[in-house]
């Protein structure tokens, strides 16, 4: 089985070779932006947006291009790299499937800048610790601290929070994997509780935005106050933008903990089908409903956002496929009023947000464990009659 990897660094430019990363940077994001322009013109002419080669073709037009012509010195790879992704953002877009956002315009200073360079093998070079980069940009130190396995294909560079990092993908054979455990574990998502096991434990909630809450507001409280692209400004974004990083850190952290135990201990894990991308924009409201109950719902939604359930389960699946295990998604609905006992399913079943007894056979329960219970069962009978659709390995 051939699997693709990312391994990210810290990277330690010069001062020398950050300043030309940013120009580089800058460059990409000129091309980002005056494709995602032409795109926006094209459409607006009623016409299809152009394919990934089309889009291709215009970077060689704007470099003849007098007023343009500075991008000559941009290499040639990071720009259509550029556009590369302005067309994969496109289709993701078309894809009505993915609820995706349309691309936006990118600004200078918003954690946006990245450049890839492809071909690693023909352009670039790897050393312990240090990466060579094409052109003038050399060798470029980087703070090891797990070694980079399998063939690199290519390598991305990025700015944020004022930092660089350097991510390798790798492409690496390894033996088709039989996963070491047997059992299996159906798993209710909530709010109260980050996730429920049917074997009974559970995992606290992160919340690690609402931890940081407070002072995120205050620091931007105070860059308002601030004058724009002051020295000030500049210093108190930074602040900014170092809370929202450490948040993002803290929760990425948290989910590849949980994600990677539960794919260690059980072969088959199962699943809702959730769609957090609906639940997420249902509470807007419609025109017609003006979203009842939109402030609960946005508190619910917010707490799913920041416990990132859809990158959880994104996680599961490939850390399960990459053991050898599975991740069945099952429906969703009544998990919660359905007695694991005798089946019997009412609303009255579920007597508060925490307990569960039925009322026809006084079957009682945490009421989460009994949502992943009956996951569980949903997980098992999937399988039994064959129903691959929603089976994901
Ligand atoms: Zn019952």
Known sequence: MLIRKAYKYRLDPTAEQAAWLAVLCGH??????????????????????????????LITQWKKQDDLSWLKEAYTDNLQQKLKDLHSAWMRYFDKSLAAEKPRFKKKGKNQDAIRFVN????????????????????????????????????????????WYISFQVEQEVADPCHPSASAVGVDMGVARFVTLSDGSHLKPLNAFRKHEKRLAVEHRKLSRKVKFSANWKKQKAKVQNIHTRIANCRNDYLHKASTSISKNHAMIAIEDLRVSNMSKSAQGTEEQHGTNVKAKSGLNKSILDQ??????????????????MVVAVPAHHTSQTCPNCGHVSKENRQTQARFKCIECDYMNNADVVGALNVLERGHRLLACGESALVAQ
Not at 308 to 325: D, N, T, V
């Open 28 to 57: 990409a994001r000129f091309v980002w932006n005056h494709g995602l322009r032409y795109c926006l013109e094209q459409l607006e002419q009623g016409k299809k947006i152009p394919s990934a080669f089309e889009l291709n073709k």
């Open 308 to 325: 990132g359930w859809h990158e959880f389960r994104r996680q599961l699946e490939y850390k399960q496929s990459w053991s050898g295990g």
């Open 120 to 163: 690693f093998n023909k352009y670039c070079q790897l050393d312990a610790k240090r990466v060579k980069l094409p052109g003038k940009l050399g060798w470029l130190k980087f703070r090891e601290s797990r070694q980079v396995q399998g063939v690199i294909k290519n390598c991305t560079v990025s700015l944020k929070s004022g930092h």
